[in-house]
């Protein structure tokens, strides 16, 4: 009865990341074809991603994200039939992709229970934000985990068991969890785990964490984390505006 009254979160089905590798120089080109690609899409019906994001601070500067969901693997497949059947759509995609140096696709799968039981009940494709005066950026916090059947069940718990305490202690309003999710198939390795925050301003970022630190139990999650990870690195992406409602 418990999980049931505190599920309020529902599943974004599969969580499909496309990490894009252009020369720094053509980011700005690729980011206007993005946002044509994605109009033209919409206008025909096609959906289009959550969102798409540039590398502000991270591993590399010439590194977009694509970040689309679907119900199910039978669902991607019609999907990109149809977007093979619509010429204009199809067009305004090639020439998004001619610019791409390299590219990895990977399919997540979200923790919706685990977030619905930490409190957070607001839907990944329900998510909106309130601007700002700082221009918002997001986080993507990234654990390669040990291997083994158990290890992202154990993460998951521990994780939402301090999860709990941090957003309690964080009372700044700066930050905001969007998603935490775990890898399926593709390019990811076995047991990755994406956190994907959003933040009023980097700035803002620092001050929500500083407010953090004052959860000891968020603190003992992320001590009983450690152990489980093999390496962890973080990168603050910019939205690209007009593409998702993940801005």
């Not at 610019?99 to 990895?104: D, G, H, K, P, V």
């Not at 291997?147 to 905001?176: C, I, M, R, W």
Request: aromatic share 8%; proline share 4%.
């Amino acid at each position: 009865m418990r999980r049931s009254l505190t599920r309020l979160r529902q599943s974004p089905g599969l969580l499909q990341m496309t990490e894009v590798e252009v020369r720094p120089a053509h980011v700005p080109i690729l980011l206007h074809k993005l946002q044509n690609s994605a109009e033209v899409s919409h206008q025909r019906g096609l959906g289009g991603p959550l969102g798409a994001f540039y590398t502000e601070l991270g591993q590399s500067n010439g590194r977009v994200y694509l970040l689309d969901n679907f119900a199910s693997f039978h669902a991607r497949d019609l999907n990109q039939k149809a977007l093979s059947l619509a010429d204009d759509a199809c067009a305004a995609a090639l020439e998004v992709q001619q610019l791409y140096e390299s590219m990895r696709t990977s399919i997540f799968l979200e923790a919706t229970d685990a977030l619905g039981e930490a409190g957070l009940s607001g839907d990944l494709l329900s998510f909106s934000a309130e601007g700002g005066d700082e221009p918002p950026v997001y986080e993507l916090r990234t654990y390669q985990l040990k291997l083994g059947y158990t290890t992202v069940p154990t993460f998951v718990e521990k994780y939402t068991n301090g999860l709990k305490e941090k957003l309690a202690a964080d009372q700044t309003g700066q930050s905001h969890l969007v998603s935490l999710m775990y890898s399926e198939a593709g390019a990811a390795p076995l047991n990755t785990v994406h956190e994907l925050w959003r933040h009023t301003s980097i700035q803002g970022s620092q001050d929500s964490r500083q407010a953090s630190r004052r959860a000891s139990g968020w603190k003992q999650a992320i001590a009983e984390i450690a152990e489980l990870a093999i390496t962890f690195h973080s990168q603050y992406l910019r939205p690209v505006p007009g593409v998702g409602q993940l801005q």
